[in-house]
């Protein structure tokens, strides 16, 4: 199981997932019901915005983009429906 993602909630009651890497959070989190939100699961909409703590790889242009809009100050913001996981991570809604 050590090639598996765990993905952790603090401050929430939702208990810690684990997938397999690069595996689709929106899609697994939705199904699942997560403390996360989604709306358009495309990058566009900002829904789903949270806070990593974790090895994460950077932010596409696009996603990046929107970030510089939605939490300019912060560089641990990322649209969750964005995020490509390939080790443990925290994340935590940022609210708009």
Do not use: W
């Not at 699942?32 to 915005?49: A, D, E, K, M």
């Not at 990593?52 to 990046?64: A, F, H």
Request: net charge negative.
């Amino acid at each position: 199981m050590s090639d598996l993602c765990k993905i952790s909630f603090p401050g929430t009651d939702y208990p810690p997932i684990n997938l397999q890497p690069h595996q689709n959070l929106s899609e697994h989190l939705t199904i699942h019901n997560s403390p996360v939100l989604f709306g358009c699961r495309t990058g566009i909409c900002g829904t789903c915005l949270v806070e990593v703590i974790g090895d994460i790889p950077l932010p596409q242009l696009d996603e990046q983009e929107m970030l510089e809009t939605l939490a300019p100050n912060n560089l641990g913001a990322r649209l969750a429906c964005q995020l490509d996981l390939t080790n443990n991570v925290e994340i935590s809604r940022l609210e708009l």
